[in-house]
């Protein structure tokens, strides 16, 4: 797979009119790889959430996903899930991750994703969710518990109907089938998981993880993501030849739990600074 050209055949095969911005973005980063962060929107404030969104900007990550909380977020870890109920707790609703997704897709130009859990889908509403969604400034979605085998509602359609790129996710023991079913009725790049579990820091990256990857690029036809567990420089060293955007989620949160109250945004800056130097092939 090479940059370039997978795009537009991609983009002829789905009869797309144009490139999307998260494909545009994919494209203008020659061989460096991308890098995706991950915010929590209302954790752990709103106010922070947007400052957060633009000191990551700032720094040069390429996409980031703003979660919207849910109560039961069972693709994630300790530290998502806990600041997922913080946020919760504080009191954030949808339309409050709305509204900050409209803020903040006006003061940065790279992708804004939003990413969260069907039922918040599904109560909102599958058709207004992706037309607010788009509104707000949204270029794609992340949606991990609807099976890919199910446009769940009209979903997949509602996401093309707003130009939203639909972000799917595979796992290592995904097989052949769901392999090509993600591939049809993703948009923008396939979300790869870097080992069977859920989100958060860990120590080491899977070897086998690299042959994942390598057969997986010869199984579709667009750009490949790999998260989960990602969290330090030498794991994008060990796995930035096998993909094309690292995702970086609970660490970020942990860094700035980590850190004082008055440098927490300095220290997310440092870490990420240390995540892009090593994103240059």
Known sequence: MKNGSTFFNYSLMKGKKRMGKISEKIKSLGKTKGVMTHVVIGYPSL???ESTILNMAATGVSFIELQIPFSDPIADGPTIMEASR?????????????ELMARVSKK?????????????VLNYGVEKFCLDAKKAGASGVIIPDIPPEESQDGFYEACR????????????VSTPDR???VNENSRGFIYCTARMSTTGTKEDIPEET????????KQVNLPLSIGFGISK????N??????????IGSKVIDVMNEAPANKKQDEVKKFLKEILAECIV
Do not use: R
């Open 179 to 181: 392999i090509k079913i």
């Open 47 to 49: 106010e922070e959430t």
């Open 161 to 172: 109907k707003n130009d939203l790129d639909t972000i799917l996710i595979l796992a290592p």
């Open 238 to 247: 060990f796995i930035k030849n096998y993909a094309d955007i690292i995702v």
């Open 86 to 98: 913080i946020s919760l707790e504080n009191g954030t609703k949808v339309k409050d991750c709305f």
């Open 233 to 236: 420089p030498e794991h994008v």
């Open 210 to 217: 690299k042959n994942f990857l390598s057969s997986l690029k």
């Open 108 to 120: 940065v130009s790279i992708p804004l994703l939003f990413m969260s859990y069907y039922n918040i």
